[in-house]
């Protein structure tokens, strides 16, 4: 069995290839090629947190995987992450466990690629400003995302803990600084989402997080905060401004995400005004963007096809160059 640590990942694994990894996971998804029960949520409210068990398997990859990954927000405090987490790699021909890799790596990473695939396919392609709302731990592989996929000047980055910001935004500007994108704290969320063409929301708040009524024409949003139906960070007057909406899985965010869930069931939207998945504009069966002028949004839960999908190339590479570690 091949362990393979944060470090050795990153040696291996750049983000630009988890957004293709991402993209294979959506189309397979979206083909039928991958079993994805839902996830299974036993909560631990003596601790407000709760335990989560992602399952898939993809026949035509040979592999299986089950990621468990285990939401404790008051974990920050404590200066750990919130959803500590490890993929369990399994040969899909023998039914053997053959690697187990950082789940919170993985996980930040293909959430992260999850936006830049959304943003890859549904963006203005002139895209020059970005914001982000939200520093914990998803944050920087969402900000990366971003700078992937598109040729950025400056990311407008909003927290409500000013001391986090500061020291995202000092960190950011020296590990992504390759990417040539300026990151700047901005004091509020207004202000970071004034002029941005693309808009990624990270935060597990149960209020909206920006003022949609400001997001401007042409801008694509993703929300990945919320996965429960209480949570919404999605300020719902995007959604009735949107021309587009689109899902990583309409399913499992019906099933879970307050961002959708609540404008639903107070009318502001209908099942309508859903454009489908994000899989199905790769397979061409839907369209995606097709003007510079309408806001489309996104709204990804995440799905287990993307941690099987990530991890088996993160396993593929990794056994290819020699990295990580042995264990028998
Ligand atoms: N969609 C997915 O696939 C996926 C995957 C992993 C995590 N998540 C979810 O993403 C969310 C963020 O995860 P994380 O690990 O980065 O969380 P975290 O707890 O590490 O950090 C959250 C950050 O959001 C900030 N925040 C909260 N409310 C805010 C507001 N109103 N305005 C600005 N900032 C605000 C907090 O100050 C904090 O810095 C969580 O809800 C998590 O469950 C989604």
Redesign the pocket.
């Known amino acids: 069995m091949l362990l393979l640590s944060k470090e050795d990942i990153k040696q291996v694994f750049t983000m630009k290839e988890a957004v293709e990894a991402d993209k294979e996971a959506f189309t397979l998804f979206s083909k039928g090629k991958s079993v994805v029960p839902l996830r299974t949520n036993i909560s631990a409210p003596k601790h407000g947190g709760a335990f989560l068990f992602m399952p898939s398997y993809v026949e035509e990859m040979e592999c299986a995987a089950i990621k468990i990954v285990n939401?404790f927000?008051k974990n920050?405090d404590k200066g750990i992450?919130?959803?500590p987490a490890q993929v369990l790699l399994i040969d899909g021909t023998t039914g053997v466990v053959v690697s187990v890799l950082d789940g919170t790596y993985v996980?930040q990473l293909r959430?992260g690629a999850?936006s830049g695939a959304a943003f890859d396919v549904l963006a203005r392609k002139d895209a020059k400003k970005g914001a982000l709302?939200?520093?914990?731990?998803?944050?920087a592989a969402q900000l990366e995302a971003m700078m992937a996929v598109r040729s950025l000047d400056e990311v407008k980055v909003?927290?409500?803990?000013e001391e986090?910001l500061n020291a995202f935004v000092a960190q950011m500007n020296m590990e992504l600084a390759s990417y040539g994108t300026k990151v700047t704290a901005a004091k509020s969320?207004d202000e970071a989402i004034a002029d941005a063409d693309l808009v990624t929301a990270?935060?597990?708040?149960t209020k909206p997080?920006f003022d949609g009524s400001k997001i401007k024409e042409g801008a694509t949003v993703s929300c990945?905060?919320?996965?429960q139906p209480h949570?919404q960070e999605m300020d719902p007057v995007i959604l009735t401004r949107a021309s587009k909406i689109y899902f990583d899985s309409e399913e499992a965010v019906l099933s879970e995400a307050g961002d959708i869930l609540i404008p639903l069931a107070d009318g502001t939207i209908t099942k309508e005004d859903f454009t489908g998945d994000l899989g199905d504009v790769l397979l061409g069966k839907i369209a995606g963007r097709e003007n510079d002028k309408e806001i489309i949004v996104f709204k990804?839960?995440?799905i287990g096809t993307q941690d099987l999908v990530t991890a088996k190339k993160i396993y593929d590479k990794a056994l290819a160059k020699g990295v990580g570690t042995v264990w028998n």
Do not use: K, N
Not at 158 to 161: H, I, V
Not at 202 to 205: D, G, I, K, Y
Not at 224 to 227: E, I, L, P
């Open positions: 939401v927000p920050i992450p919130s959803t996980t959430t999850a709302i939200g520093t914990g731990g998803q944050a909003f927290d409500l803990s986090r969320s990270v935060t597990p708040s997080v990945v905060g919320s996965y949570m990804t839960v995440g």
